[in-house]
């Protein structure tokens, strides 16, 4: 599995890439992981998306009224 870095990192403050969307450990131990672990990895790090990107959707609902 390729790796999901788009080269757009930068940490929030619960440590996970504003980019990938993966923790600081998921990041660190990539080239370790078994394939398997990299696709629960990934799956993790798009449910992440998903939730952030809610957030934003539901900030920006809010702002609105």
């Known amino acids: 599995i390729k790796s999901p870095c ?4 930068n940490l929030n403050t ?3 890439c504003n980019g990938c969307f993966r923790t600081t450990q998921e990041i660190s131990n990539w080239r370790t992981m078994s394939e398997k ?4 990895a990934t799956l ?3 449910d992440r998306f998903r939730a952030a990107s809610l957030q934003v959707r539901n900030t920006r609902s809010e702002n609105d009224k």
Not at 37 to 40: A, L, S, V
């Open 6 to 9: 788009i080269k757009h990192c």
């Open 14 to 16: 619960n440590g996970v």
């Open 37 to 40: 672990e990299k696709e629960e």
């Open 44 to 46: 993790r790090a798009k």
